[in-house]
């Protein structure tokens, strides 16, 4: 992690257009009599070329402007102007030969990638096998990690398994003091995927808790400055609000204390001891932090899933 894609022609002029223009104004006297028909047809003329022109003008501006580009929202995805890179076993199966710890380290947890293909799956299971023994206590323990998913034996204790048969877990697990890879994936009907992502500043998954039904799951993120708390239901596809900064705000509401809005959207606060109280209530005791850390608030934190309803209590 921390070294770790822009005329129609005109045509006759006729008498009643003359008319037209004759009684806007243009008028001929005494001798010039006989030249003002001619005079008022070239205005006439000029009037009718001016108002085609601007509609001309005016069609071509339109034309041109619904051919600009019209972009509502720019993805990521978007600014690559291609799909992204397909995984590729085979940089990850090279990088195990490296001799290099850290490359070793990233392979092993990358070659999990594999499962959804039967014969990448088998080749990474085989390479694998000899770093189950490693010198190395995390590499041996992804190694394990890596090869109880592909093998489908499914026995680690990193393995969340939900009600509706699908198993959550991440990899690179525990690789910082601050927690694992900040992303979920998800193996469903058999396949393989990258579930949610947390963005920044979650940078790290540090507790996966399901409810006692495993229906629900718990998920705690941080920086290295501040801690997230997450509730999932995996199943119907529905997130709580993150629950941390949501305490904080609805503590400093009824407190009337100051809040502080950071761009970087860190929030100095924490979350520990999470509990399932039952199948829909979690709780958790949070310490929320107000005037840019000089005050702390020690409390404890209820929240009903399906009720949306949250409680905070002091802390004795």
């Known amino acids: 992690m921390k070294r770790e894609d822009l005329y129609k022609e005109i045509g006759q002029i006729d008498e009643e257009l003359i008319a037209a223009a004759e009684h806007s104004g243009v008028r001929g006297r005494g001798s010039r009599h006989r030249f003002s028909k001619r005079w008022i047809a070239v205005v006439a003329c000029l009037v009718v070329y001016s108002s085609t ?46 001799g290099n710890d850290d490359k070793v380290y990233i392979a092993v947890n990358r070659l999990v990638e594999s499962f959804n293909d039967p014969k990448a799956r088998e080749l990474a299971l085989q390479k694998l096998r000899p770093f189950l023994t490693s010198d190395s206590a995390k590499i041996a323990e992804s190694a394990a990690f890596a090869t109880d998913i592909l093998s489908k034996s499914y026995q680690s204790p990193h393995l969340h398994k939900m009600a ?65 708390v997450q509730i999932m239901n995996v199943e119907e596809g529905m997130n709580s609000p993150e629950l941390v900064e949501s305490a904080r705000i609805k503590l400093g509401a009824q407190q009337k204390l100051e809040l502080w809005a950071r761009p970087d959207h860190e929030n100095y606060s924490y979350a520990d001891r999470l509990a399932w109280k039952d199948n829909n209530t979690l709780a958790f005791e949070g310490s929320l932090a107000y005037n840019d850390t000089a005050i702390i608030e020690n409390v404890s934190v209820t929240y009903r899933f399906r009720d949306k309803i949250m409680e905070i209590a002091d802390l004795k």
Do not use: C, H
């Open 53 to 98: 022109s601007t509609v001309l003008l005016a069609t071509e501006y339109t034309r041109n402007k619904t051919e600009e580009p019209y972009i509502r929202y720019l993805t990521a995805e978007d600014m690559e102007l291609a799909p992204r890179a397909q995984y590729e076993a085979g940089k990850f199966l090279k990088a195990l030969a490296s």
């Open 164 to 228: 509706d048969g699908s198993i959550i877990f991440t990899l690179f697990n525990n690789y910082s003091d601050y927690g694992t890879q900040n992303v979920l994936w998800r193996i469903q009907d058999d396949v393989l995927e990258p579930y949610f992502s947390f963005a920044a500043p979650s940078m790290y998954i540090k507790e996966i808790l399901p409810s006692p039904d495993r229906k629900l799951l718990a998920v705690v993120t941080r920086s290295n400055k501040s801690e997230f």
